[in-house]
């Protein structure tokens, strides 16, 4: 496409200043994967808008030129959503980060889509105010890509994920108009399209503000640590703790394997010989929450744990949840590779899965570690290998697609959290009818008539994009893993 | 249409036993409104299905025959979300009404759409579980209609709307195939269509099960009833408590009118020479539900409450609760006819809508009362007419329009939970641009792409379906009322 990519190029340089577009492939290199380094496709060009005109002319352009786009926030996705498939432009919106409101009294905030989104928090401190939906990843994810995604995070058991704290988005459309869902008040009249919008994985265009809700901050916290012998007693107590009508803030789980990669990087003081450790939290006023805790503590000693520690300090909960929050950095400490696998099951079923990856594990000679939001029943397991050993590779492969369908089987499902991207997007024929998938097909074609906007993912994308090209560029390596 | 009529009818038969099928014109009489009673049209059939397949049959009939059709609950829509537009066939699910499984341990119901929503309460007395959706119509309302307007209710300031209680639906699509959105833990992979399918006001097909989220009922309540001397103290109170941080499970305003009214119907005894009261509940465990009353009073007692009052027995805060629910049947006793308006601002202008709405009463010659959820902001002002008198007829069209008019300049919107509807299918031009209505236009007809499938709610129908018609038989009574 050397022509093409001169005119382009042309035009894109009317729009963008030098420093603000990247087509040297040793630049473009860094934009060939996100957080899902499995699968990898260069981007022809990347361009940093800083107003949504900018992104409406680099829409407009690529329609011009029949070019595919994608957009990209920090890159963070675990699923490959921003990935490039087939190609094209790259909408790489970090340089869009402002906060351009905050309104204490109606409780919402205006945000650009690059801004990170743990910097929003950091804004509010002392205002009372913080954003709830709080991903492992949120000291580098962005909030547009949070919107993509519907990013859920340890907290969200009680808060909701994103789609409960976003009141509209404005974006650019994949034909290039902008157009606004929702406000201040949300989507109140007509369809819910925020609600819609949210979790389309960028299928549905470019976003270039974001209306978030503002939440409270709690009046107190109480923080516990529950340790028990085996991974099932800890999710017997999870089970017992909701059903008493506790909903914790927070409750999440680590077995063994990743409690020892923990202590190993933040010595907090993790026991080594557990079988599982419990990360629960509640909040809200100071009495309730000392009931609350004192029932936990009862409930987790009546389900055998060994010891329930408590967080007393606001320093030691902080540490506490760093560790919880790096869990996936001190990971490297185990093995050379590995791949975060999002699983849901009806929190019922988390004994049985936890089971079946146990014996999976086996089965494939492959070690798993698990650290994972117990409350909701999103399993997060994390399989260790050496990905420079092709038979260590397809193993991987393997067992992630097995955990999966064990998911299904279970009444559950393949993503939680990280989306479908393009990792999952041969499951979707397994969890939908056709009936079920040409409707999200006819919706996604309302949006996105030409399928140009982030081809080849959530669902196939007929024809086009080159995935073909990538499953060719690399035998066995993928959609599963 | 006589020779088709007979055709189809035939037809119908072959489905439907002759108790479950309408065609006479004094039974169909019944149907030619719901509670918007301003504008009628008859179906030309009515059928009553048990099973689905039933549906998707008559569906397919009515594609076949080119005739529109209109699925129906209880028909206590305020919007006219189930009149007949065009005629043709409704739909009537009052006798699918089954509940089909109840799981306390996964917290899910399935249950059919004419299933009243109360009922479904009942059936879980005993089980520490309840269906939190409360509309004042929940006595006769059923949860299909609660599905395809998004309802609300006096405890969603708390618990949510009906979205966020809906985990998935089976439909009929417009073109007669049965799908499933969602299930027993939601819609968690692709794009969030149960989340659309909510409040889609039956124009993207007729529900025929529902997946809904169980509620673990409180462990205690607290209901305060606030008396103050101004409509303008109330609502600086309420704003005072929700600026604390404080999240009522219910935060209801009743002005001096609607009061009166209540005050003739129940003799609670509540005072007829205040100017406003709030009924306010708060639940969750005693300590901490003691400890929000105790700074409720006092906050209502800074913004000079007269006196705070307690319901301090079950029996006393049921007749409250009745009192609240029952208001609409209540206001019978102020004037012939009345018409229910809802509107939404932002809370803190919840003073300023009000101040415009005594203004309007006095510039128009017409009483207006009001009872509201004032947590949300969402405002419910009742305009009292003589429907016999066409002077009062035209003012009160003029003053609800002004009102919602009003609404939108103060950063609102024109419905709250009572939907789009017929009503107020005007004022979608003025809330949203050409390219939000196109991009509803695109989604609706992916969905129902003949549009024959509830014609003209929410949007305008091209072309088709007589709503002129209906135009042209009531001058002067219109779509703003």
């Known amino acids: 496409m050397a022509i093409v990519a001169s005119e382009i190029l042309t035009r894109l340089h009317s729009i963008y200043s030098a420093e603000d577009l990247i087509v040297n492939e040793d630049e473009l290199i860094v934009y060939e994967c996100d957080g899902y380094v ?14 949504a005109e900018q992104v409406v002319e ?3 352009l690529c329609n011009e030129f029949d070019l595919p786009f994608v957009p990209r926030g920090a890159g963070t996705s675990l699923s490959g959503g921003t990935l490039a498939v087939g190609g094209g432009v790259m909408i790489c919106l970090t340089r869009m980060r402002q906060i351009l409101e905050i309104n204490e009294r ?18 509010l401190k002392g205002s009372g105010f913080h954003y709830a939906p709080d991903p492992s990843s949120q000291g580098a994810c962005t909030l547009g890509g949070n919107v993509a995604t519907n990013s859920g995070g340890p907290h969200t058991l009680k808060y909701g994920v994103t789609v409960n704290h976003v009141l509209g988005v404005e974006f650019v459309s994949p034909t290039g108009e902008l157009i ?12 819910d399209l925020t609600g819609l919008f949210v979790g389309s994985e960028g299928t549905f265009g470019v976003v270039t503000k974001i209306w978030v809700r503002l939440t409270r901050d709690p009046a107190a916290y109480r923080t516990m640590l529950g340790i028990f012998e085996t991974v099932s007693d800890a999710t017997e107590a999870i089970s ?8 914790p803030a927070a409750l999440e789980m680590m077995d063994q394997g990743i409690v020892g990669a923990l202590e190993d990087a933040f010595h907090f003081g993790f026991p080594l010989d557990a079988g599982a450790v419990l990360l629960i939290e509640v909040d809200g006023l100071d009495v309730a929450v000392d009931l609350e805790k004192q029932k936990i503590i009862e409930l987790c000693n009546q389900h055998g744990a060994r010891e329930v520690r408590s967080a007393d300090t606001p320093a030691e909960r902080q540490l506490l949840w760093k560790c919880r929050k790096q869990a996936f950095g001190a990971i490297g400490r185990l093995a050379p590779s590995y791949c975060t696998q999002d699983g849901v099951v009806p929190r019922t079923k988390l004994p049985e899965i936890l089971d079946f990856i146990i014996q999976t594990q086996k089965e494939f000679g492959i070690r798993i570690v698990n650290v994972f939001h117990a409350g909701d029943g999103n399993i997060h397991p994390i399989l260790l290998f050496d990905e420079r050993d092709a038979d260590q590779v397809k193993k991987v492969i393997a067992a992630g697609d097995a955990i999966l369908s064990k ?7 393949v993503t939680g959290e990280h989306g479908i991207g393009v990792e999952k997007i041969n499951f979707m024929d397994k969890l939908f009818t056709a009936d079920d998938v040409n409707v999200m097909t006819d919706i996604r074609s309302a949006f996105n008539p030409k399928g140009n906007c982030s081809p080849h993912k959530i669902l196939p994308t007929a024809g086009a994009c080159g995935m073909e090209h990538i499953e060719r560029d690399k035998p066995g390596r993928q959609a599963a893993m």
Chains 1, 2 share one sequence.
């Open 58 to 60: 680099t829409v407009r």
């Open 106 to 123: 109606d409780r919402y905030a205006i945000v650009e889509p690059g801004l990170v989104n743990v910097h929003l928090t950091q804004n």
């Open 407 to 413: 998911c299904i089987e279970l009444g559950g499902s």
């Open 240 to 247: 017992g703790i909701i059903g008493a009508g506790i909903i």
């Open 38 to 51: 499995v699968e990898k496709k260069m981007p022809e060009i990347v361009v940093f808008p800083t107003t």
């Open 180 to 191: 606004q869902l929702g406000g201040p008040l949300g989507e109140l009249n007509g369809y």
